[in-house]
Nanobody
Framework: QVQLVETGGGLVQAGDSLRLSCAAV????????MGWFRQAPGKEREFVVA????????AYADSVKDRFIMSRDNANNTVYLQMNSLKPEDTAVYYC??????????????????WGQGTQVTVSS
């Protein structure tokens, strides 16, 4: 059974950095991409970044481009989200997700097959 476990959330001040981790206890052999999403109170789940598993190529939402970096550790089936220059509007629950199929849109959360439980990131001004 696929299990994704996020860690690393917390309370930081604007301008600080934070690194989230997502460990796949079990990762399907046919994973196509991994992604990070976030959801603020009263808002829909929002795309942050996705990584194609085959070659590690990434695509970022405009709101986080040049501030956030997604990386991975293949040996440990772990992906990371390095978040720099954090802003209060980055406050949300952050989720990692895994998608098995290339046909789905990388930015649509409905297309992802597996989700972690989420980790809270709060950025104070």
């Amino acid at each position: 059974q696929v299990q994704l476990v996020e860690t690393g959330g917390g309370l930081v001040q604007a301008g600080d950095s934070l690194r989230l981790s997502c460990a796949a206890v079990v990762l399907p052999f046919n994973i196509y991409r991994m992604g990070w999403f976030r959801q603020a109170p009263g808002k829909e789940r929002e795309f942050v970044v996705a990584m194609r598993w085959r070659d590690g190529s990434t695509a970022y939402a405009d709101s986080v481009k040049d501030r956030f970096i997604m990386s991975r550790d293949n040996a440990n089936n772990t992906v990371y989200l390095q978040m720099n220059s954090l802003k209060p509007e980055d406050t949300a629950v952050y989720y990692c997700a895994a998608d098995r199929t290339p046909e789905t849109s990388k930015t649509n959360p409905m297309g992802y097959d597996y989700w972690g439980q989420g980790t809270q990131v709060t950025v104070s001004s």
